[in-house]
């Protein structure tokens, strides 16, 4: 049997009618670009959070340049975030010439608020919350960091759409939670899609502001802005989508946990969760000391595998001018080294699952 690590198609076939009718609605509409899918959209994915406002955005870089852009943080400013994270969410702060505080992660792959609190200067504006593979942060301890330091808490929650600290939602603990809707997230659409959500009004006219050029009114520009505009035919295949976001990740959930359960093997350490968070499992990392032979092995029974991340940030060409060096950050590199994302996605078949899991058991 071949499994892939992903396949994308399966997820829409799952609701086909549903989002070529939409399509066509849209193509019909003779409206292509901020129209009612997008305030439909921005007001439906709202309420399904819990938050105030929600700003529809290109992608999910775009959603963290701006957010931070909005909160007026910049050159001499400092942005505290995990040393494990994926590239775009540091991309977000240094692009608007800020700089980048790297911190450990805990065992859970998310930010350690202990580290967070070691790491704060004189120049620390915000933290950034990264909820990744679909497990919320530990929002309340950050929560309580940013709060006796007069920080921001920003969020980025492109792999955590539904997922949940105590009673609240990803996004909506912070001053600005950001998303992707990249093709592979849990909520994703087909082609670039990103948003922020907020609760503060003076913050949500601010991005409306700057995604369209720097202007409130056409041709009437406050300030150099962007083209950072979620379009039409996206928000309303999203709008499709959200009516089953539960559902897909409930799906997701189901994968995981007969990976939890059934996945015996003593070389392999599965993930864990957090007992206040929940885990919408975007991708499902697994560690192990010998990650070669282990690739190598799933390579040859078929099955689809990756890094998330092989590089971290402070390692990267692009952050050599910070001038990091191997061994700054033990165990994000360790992390780096030793972790493999197993296929888990919609649409994943019993066989396929049981057959993933039969692998990985036999693996010496
Ligand atoms: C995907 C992703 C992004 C970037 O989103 P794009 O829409 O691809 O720009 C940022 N942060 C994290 C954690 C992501 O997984």
């Not at 609605?25 to 406002?53: P, T």
């Not at 290109?58 to 590239?87: P, T």
């Amino acid at each position: 049997m071949k499994v892939p690590f992903n396949v994308l198609d399966r997820q829409f076939f799952l609701h086909q009618q549903e989002y070529e009718s939409k399509a066509l609605e849209v193509l019909r509409s003779g409206w292509y670009i901020l129209g009612s899918e997008v305030k439909s959209f921005e007001k439906e994915f709202a309420a399904y959070l819990g938050a105030k406002y929600c700003i529809g955005l290109a992608s999910g870089l775009d959603a963290l340049m701006i957010a931070f852009r909005a909160l007026g943080i910049g050159s001499g400013d400092e942005v505290i975030v995990a040393a494990n994270s994926y590239i775009a969410c540091v991309m977000g702060i240094t692009m608007n010439g800020a700089t980048p505080i790297f911190v450990e992660p805990d065992k859970y792959y998310n930010i350690d608020p202990k580290a967070v609190e070691d790491a704060v200067t004189k120049k620390t504006k915000a933290v950034l919350a990264v909820h990744l593979y679909g497990q919320s942060a530990d929002m309340s301890s950050l929560k309580d960091i940013c709060n006796r330091h007069g920080l921001y808490l920003v969020e980025d929650c492109a792999q955590s759409h539904g997922s949940k600290h105590g009673e609240k939602m990803s996004g909506t603990i912070g001053d600005i939670g950001c998303f992707s809707f990249y093709p592979s997230k849990n909520l994703g659409c087909f082609g670039d899609g990103g948003a922020i959500v907020t609760e503060n009004p003076d913050i949500e006219k601010e991005i409306r502001v700057l995604r369209n050029y720097g202007s409130e009114k056409r041709y009437h520009n406050k300030t150099v802005g962007y083209n950072s505009r979620l379009d039409e035919i996206q928000a309303g295949l999203l709008r499709v989508k959200l009516r089953y976001i539960d559902e897909l990740n409930k799906e997701r959930e189901e994968i995981a946990k007969r990976y939890l359960t059934e996945i015996k093997n003593e070389e392999i350490l599965l993930p864990e969760s957090m007992k206040n968070s929940t885990h919408i499992y975007h991708l499902f990392v697994i560690r192990l000391k010998n990650r070669e032979k282990f690739m190598k092995y799933m390579e040859e029974n078929d099955i689809g595998k990756m890094i998330h991340y092989p590089i971290p940030p402070h390692l990267s060409e692009a952050y050599s001018y910070l001038g990091y060096k191997e061994g700054d950050f033990p165990l994000a590199e360790a992390y780096s080294n030793e972790v493999v994302s197993i296929p888990i996605y919609n649409g994943m078949k019993k066989e396929e699952i049981d057959y993933v899991i039969e692998v990985i058991n036999n693996y010496k």
